[in-house]
């Protein structure tokens, strides 16, 4: 069982996890869900198209102003109150490394802490544990805060992927996070050139064999973008290639700007996969 907070899902579940940024900055959309009208917009229409969690973050991964803590709250805390108030049974996730807002964030409804940093703040744990929600740990290979990656360099991306996941893993079961509620993401383009979330993706099965459920954020990342040489915004078939690929080896929570078409991507493969039932099926049979 995967235990998200408040919400349980069966062991072969499949969720589609809906970006929602509350930034003036975003990379993907530009800001238009800065305004929080807009924002709650953008969280009825994913909830409309299936998405069974919304990752709201207050901070853009890449370079930029410096945010404060106090600065990060205003922009998720009563907003999360705001979700959780009109979708009582949405997972409500945010994306942030840092502990204060972690349990402002959970004390107002969230049902998952998605650190992208990996761990940087050595509190988060704790806060997790504390609040009984759902913890992703990610790899970024040390990388600091809201830096891009420069020549990083890796003997086994894939064996450092592992090692650090396990680790930041085994630290939250020490801080008494639950072990349902542990998701474990490889992080791509955090910490990585191009080569190496190509070489994650397809080795993406050495992840999924370590017993947690595995989180893909692939969603019109930079990767995607080097490889077919397109710009944010023409990235969606790159996307959804890796999101099959990701899908057949067996990644559960697929975080998304487009959650329709992943969401028939995913299905499609867990079926070839012979995971999930076709929705019907009647040929040559009447």
């Not at 069966?10 to 530009?30: C, G, H, Q």
């Not at 709650?40 to 069974?52: K, M, P, W, Y």
């Not at 969690?53 to 901070?59: E, K, N, P, S, Y």
């Not at 630290?171 to 190496?196: M, Y």
């Amino acid at each position: 069982m995967m235990r998200l907070g408040r919400h349980a899902f069966a062991e072969d579940a499949t969720l589609m996890m809906a970006i929602v940024n509350r930034t003036p900055d975003s990379f993907f959309d530009k800001g238009a869900t800065w305004d929080e009208s807009a924002a709650l917009s953008r969280v009825r229409e994913v909830v409309a198209e299936g998405a069974e969690i919304v990752d709201i973050g207050g901070i853009k991964a890449a370079p930029g102003a410096v945010i404060s803590e106090a600065e990060e709250r205003s922009r998720v805390v009563d907003f999360v109150a705001a979700v959780r108030s009109e979708f009582p049974g949405l997972v409500i996730s945010v994306d942030t490394w840092r502990a204060g807002v972690a349990d402002a964030v959970c004390a107002a409804g969230a049902d998952v802490i998605n650190d992208a940093w990996g761990g940087a703040d050595p509190e988060l744990v704790s806060v997790a544990a504390a609040r009984d929600v759902g913890l992703v740990c990610t790899h970024t290979g040390g990388a600091t805060v809201r830096t891009r990656p420069y020549r990083r360099e890796y003997s086994d991306v894939m064996a450092s992927v592992v090692a650090d996941v396990m680790g930041y893993a085994s630290r939250a079961l020490e801080a008494g996070v639950s072990a349902e509620s542990i998701v474990i993401d490889p992080a791509h383009d955090f910490g990585k050139n191009t080569f190496h979330s190509l070489e994650v993706t397809r080795r993406l099965s050495e992840m999924v064999g370590l017993g947690y459920p595995v989180l893909v954020s692939l969603s019109n990342k930079d990767f995607v973008g080097e490889t077919l040489d397109l710009p944010v915004g023409s990235r969606l078939t790159g996307t959804l290639a890796a999101t099959a690929v990701c899908a057949l080896a067996g990644a559960q929570i697929y975080r998304v700007h487009q959650v329709a078409p992943t969401r028939e991507t995913v299905d499609m493969v867990w079926s070839i996969a012979g995971r999930r039932a076709p929705a019907r099926a009647i040929r040559g049979l009447q």
